[in-house]
C-alpha cells in the first residue's frame, strides 16, 4: 500500500463537547484520504453538516513525535481553527474568525493514536479542554477512526 501516493478511507468521527454541565454528541461519516510524508500521517476529509450548510476541510496531521495536529476550514477562509494537541501539555493558538483571531489554548490529558498497515486502519483519541482568552470554553473528546 504506497500511502506516499494517498489512499481512500471511511472515516467516523465522533465529538462530545461538555459545556456549563451539557454534552452535545455529533457524529460524522465521511470518506477521506490518507497521505504519508516522511513521518507525518495526514488524515483528510470534509466535515459536512446538512443541518447548518457547512462544508469544512479537515486534517489530523499525526506527527511522528506522537502530537497531533488539527485543521479545520482552509487558510483561504475566513474562519479557521488550528489546534494542536500532545500528553499533558498545554498549547496556545489562534482561531482565525471574521472578527479577528483569538488566541486559544489546549490542555490535553489524554492523546492514544493506534494505527495497523494491513489493512489500513487507524484510531484517534483525544480529550482535551479548551480555553480562549484565559476563560474555559468546554471539555472536549475527540474519537476517529478511520479504515481503507
Keep these: 500500500m504506497d500511502l506516499a501516493h494517498g489512499v481512500d478511507v471511511k472515516v467516523h468521527l465522533e465529538t462530545f463537547v461538555t459545556q456549563e454541565g451539557e454534552t452535545e454528541r455529533h457524529v460524522f461519516d465521511e ?3 490518507v497521505v504519508q510524508m516522511g513521518d507525518t500521517l495526514y488524515v483528510r476529509y470534509r466535515e459536512i453538516n446538512e443541518k ?7 486534517t489530523l496531521k499525526l506527527r511522528g513525535d506522537g502530537s497531533v495536529q488539527l485543521s479545520r476550514g ?3 477562509d475566513d474562519t479557521h481553527l488550528r489546534l494542536h ?11 482565525r474568525t471574521p472578527y ?38 468546554g471539555n472536549y473528546r475527540l474519537r476517529l477512526l478511520f479504515s481503507a
Aim: aromatic share 8%; glycine share 6%.
Design 31 to 33: 470518506p477521506g484520504t
Design 52 to 58: 447548518e450548510h457547512t462544508n469544512y476541510p479537515v
Design 74 to 76: 482552509s487558510s483561504d
Design 85 to 95: 494537541f500532545a500528553n499533558n501539555r498545554r498549547i496556545l493558538t489562534r482561531y
Design 100 to 137: 479577528g483571531d483569538i488566541p486559544v489554548e489546549t490542555i490535553t490529558p489524554r492523546l492514544d493514536v493506534r494505527l495497523t498497515t494491513e489493512p489500513l486502519t487507524g484510531e484517534i483519541y483525544i480529550e482535551y479542554q479548551l480555553n480562549a482568552n484565559g476563560q474555559h470554553l
